[in-house]
Nanobody, 119 residues
């Protein structure tokens, strides 16, 4: 339905910050839910932060450190990541869909961007 491209990942020291961007090829206003997910080596993909019906949700491990925002005018979703920890190291992907469930019939996924946090 829409193509998503993540950017902003990279290598950062523990305690540093990054801002991830998820740019859509078209309007994201029609999508009820936008979310950021991550998958670390050996782990399953997990929801990190999401916006659904105007409400935000965060994984317990990132509460107070990460902030998700949505700019419909720019067709972009952001993930501000502060006070990064080595355990945040993962491939981060964004998803547009009808819900924040990991899999949905109308989901669109980006290709992912690598975030590596050194200790």
């Amino acid at each position: 339905q829409v193509q998503l491209v993540e950017s902003g990942g990279g290598l950062v020291q523990a305690g540093g910050s990054l801002r991830l961007s998820c740019a859509a090829s078209g309007s994201i206003a029609k999508f009820n839910a936008m979310g950021w997910y991550r998958q670390a080596p050996g782990n399953e993909r997990e929801l990190v932060a999401g916006i659904s019906a105007g409400d935000t949700t965060y994984a317990d491990s990132v509460k107070g450190r990460f902030t998700i925002s949505r700019d419909n005018a720019k067709n972009t979703v952001y993930l501000q990541m502060n006070n990064l920890k080595p355990e945040d190291t993962a491939v981060y992907s964004c998803k547009a869909g009808r819900s924040l469930y990991l899999r949905g019939p109308f989901d669109s996924w980006g290709q992912g961007t690598q975030v590596t946090v050194s200790s």
